[in-house]
């Protein structure tokens, strides 16, 4: 037997049940790659300017964690996430189910970067021989090794692995040389007074590439294909809004992450070289959208490279098709 409090319970349960979809928020959560930074500007911009909520989205932004958020995407603990084109490409080929949706990045942000004074370094065939300061990843041995080799040296160098800790060693002369985001480490440098010189990986045999992205898995684009259009789209006009408007957009990932983002004068800086040198969006104004030759030509270079392999770790005998590993069909749609 109900009483009358269950009854009236049961009674307002139901009218929910029966409002329609619209009505409700849907949730969407994506995890982050790192911890927050200007690469994820939109997000912050998107939530607090009320893009999300007017598509009708409750939005998580998870912090980031020791579980790449490809994986964590992959395995539907995370609708969306950022990665980048390499753990993109290496997760997918081995059977993780990610699909690119949003180019954070229209181009290149890391280099190779050296102490100014360095008088022995001039060109990238100089690096033979010398200590690089790394992080761990096929993808690194494979990029420097084609730099030098590009530049007519024969690619061998010692190679220790030191995660972020590169560049105090950098500063310290325990390594010679070590790879950075400009757009973020080496905007910080030079703020700093820190001289140094770099090498762009473009300029010697590496194709330029979509070097952050956001991704999901064709599960939750197949199951959500609404909200997946909707999030993309938000997140496009919070991008856009950072470029338009940099100084608010800073102010206003700095208010959501105060407790980590203590220096202001960077995330400006930042920001304005994302803005200046077209990383963001294009000059002729792409922005969430990614380029078929850039997607296939990285693609190809890391297949080229035996850093394709599948579930079992063995390299790929045959290049995949890469046209199956992004979509613009949401970031096209304005």
Same mark, same amino acid.
């Given at each position: 037997?109900?009483?009358?409090?269950?009854?009236?319970?049961?009674?307002?349960?139901?009218?929910?049940?029966?409002?329609?979809?619209?009505?409700?928020?849907?949730?969407?959560?994506?995890?982050?790659?790192? =911890?927050?930074? =200007?690469?994820?500007?939109?997000?912050?911009?998107?939530?607090?300017?009320?893009?999300?909520?007017?598509?009708?989205?409750?939005?998580?932004?998870?912090?980031?964690?020791?579980?790449? +958020?490809?994986?964590?995407?992959?395995?539907?603990?995370?609708?969306?996430?950022?990665?980048?084109?390499?753990?993109?490409?290496?997760?997918?080929?081995?059977?993780?189910?990610?699909?690119?949706?949003?180019?954070?990045?229209?181009?290149?942000?890391?280099?190779?970067?050296? #102490?100014?004074?360095?008088?022995?370094?001039?060109?990238?065939?100089?690096?033979?021989?010398?200590?690089?300061?790394?992080?761990?990843? #096929?993808?690194?041995?494979?990029?420097? #090794?084609?730099?030098?080799?590009?530049?007519?040296?024969?690619?061998?160098?010692?190679?220790?692995?030191?995660?972020?800790?590169?560049?105090?060693?950098?500063?310290?002369?325990?390594?010679?040389?070590?790879?950075?985001?400009? *757009?973020?480490?080496?905007?910080?440098?030079?703020?700093?007074?820190? +001289?140094?010189?770099?090498?762009?990986?473009?300029?010697?045999?590496?194709?330029?590439?979509? =070097?952050?992205?956001?991704?999901?898995?064709?599960?939750?684009?197949?199951?959500?294909?609404?909200?997946?259009?909707?999030?993309?789209?938000?997140?496009?006009?919070?991008?856009? $809004?950072?470029?338009?408007?940099?100084?608010?957009?800073?102010?206003?990932?700095?208010?959501? #992450?105060?407790?980590?983002?203590?220096?202001?004068?960077?995330?400006?800086?930042?920001?304005?070289?994302?803005?200046?040198?077209?990383?963001?969006?294009?000059?002729?104004?792409?922005?969430?959208?990614?380029?078929?030759?850039?997607?296939?030509?990285?693609?190809? $270079?890391? $297949?080229?490279?035996?850093?394709?392999?599948?579930?079992?770790?063995?390299?790929?005998?045959?290049?995949?098709?890469?046209?199956?590993?992004? *979509?613009?069909?949401?970031?096209?749609?304005?």
């Amino acid at each position: 037997m109900f009483n009358r409090r269950q009854i009236i319970a049961f009674a307002m349960t139901a009218s929910f049940a029966a409002m329609p979809a619209f009505a409700q928020n849907t949730p969407v959560s994506i995890a982050l790659d790192w =911890t927050p930074n =200007t690469n994820h500007i939109g997000l912050f911009v998107a939530q607090a300017e009320g893009y999300y909520a007017q598509a009708g989205l409750d939005v998580t932004i998870l912090p980031y964690s020791d579980t790449a +958020a490809g994986t964590l995407v992959a395995n539907r603990v995370a609708d969306f996430g950022i990665m980048g084109s390499v753990s993109l490409y290496t997760q997918r080929t081995a059977g993780a189910d990610l699909v690119a949706t949003f180019a954070i990045m229209q181009t290149e942000t890391g280099r190779v970067v050296f #102490n100014a004074d360095r008088t022995d370094i001039q060109r990238p065939a100089d690096l033979d021989g010398l200590t690089y300061g790394g992080f761990g990843s #096929n993808w690194e041995t494979a990029l420097i #090794n084609t730099m030098i080799r590009h530049d007519g040296g024969k690619g061998e160098f010692e190679t220790i692995t030191l995660g972020t800790s590169a560049y105090e060693a950098l500063a310290n002369g325990a390594v010679d040389f070590t790879l950075e985001v400009y *757009t973020w480490e080496g905007v910080k440098a030079e703020l700093e007074g820190v +001289a140094q010189r770099a090498f762009r990986y473009a300029d010697f045999g590496v194709p330029d590439e979509h =070097t952050t992205l956001i991704g999901s898995s064709q599960a939750y684009l197949d199951a959500n294909p609404d909200a997946a259009a909707a999030f993309i789209v938000a997140t496009k006009r919070g991008y856009a $809004f950072a470029v338009d408007h940099p100084e608010r957009a800073a102010d206003i990932i700095i208010a959501a #992450n105060a407790d980590v983002l203590t220096d202001r004068a960077l995330i400006i800086a930042s920001l304005k070289t994302l803005v200046d040198g077209n990383y963001l969006r294009t000059a002729d104004g792409a922005l969430g959208t990614f380029d078929p030759a850039k997607m296939e030509a990285i693609g190809a $270079f890391m $297949f080229q490279a035996g850093m394709l392999k599948d579930g079992n770790g063995t390299p790929l005998s045959k290049a995949p098709d890469f046209s199956t590993y992004y *979509t613009n069909t949401y970031a096209a749609t304005e």
